[in-house]
């Protein structure tokens, strides 16, 4: 007999959308693999980080993203940084995200942490207080 609120005949209620989620296997790899697949490469970005190094730089980037690799930047050495030098990291980091490719910071520069705060990029470059 099944009952008015199930609305099936065994009378068992019917598995919510999460409770399917979760027993649906996860179809990512295992990180030991993905690590194995997709070596991480170190970037390092020179003093300027403005329009004359973009072209380069942008260059350098996409090789890295089209590899699959993921990447360490080493921005310690950043003295000077515009907003075309930050608008490519930007895309950078949103690319490399939706991607699925890993970015971190090893270091960044205290002028570079300025400049991306002026413009609002902190967070989305995913720079913090520590790096």
């Known amino acids: 007999m099944a009952t008015a609120s199930s609305g099936n005949k ?8 999460k409770a399917a989620r979760r027993a649906t296997p996860s179809r990512r ?22 329009v004359t190094v973009a072209r380069d730089l942008h260059a350098r980037l996409c090789k890295l993203l089209d590899a ?17 030098g930050l608008q490519l990291l930007a895309a950078f980091v949103r690319d490399a995200r939706g991607r699925r490719t890993g970015i ?13 705060r002026r ?3 902190s967070q989305m470059l995913g720079l913090s207080k520590k790096t």
């Open 29 to 50: 790899k295992p990180a030991s693999r993905k690590a194995a697949k997709n070596p991480r490469q170190r970037i390092n970005l020179g003093p300027e980080l403005d």
């Open 104 to 116: 971190r910071w090893s270091r960044t520069s205290e002028p570079l942490r300025q400049v991306a």
């Open 10 to 17: 065994t009378g068992r209620k019917a598995p919510t959308r």
């Open 68 to 84: 699959g690799h993921s990447v360490d930047i080493d921005a310690a050495s950043v003295e000077q940084a515009d907003s075309a």
């Open 119 to 121: 413009l609002g990029l």
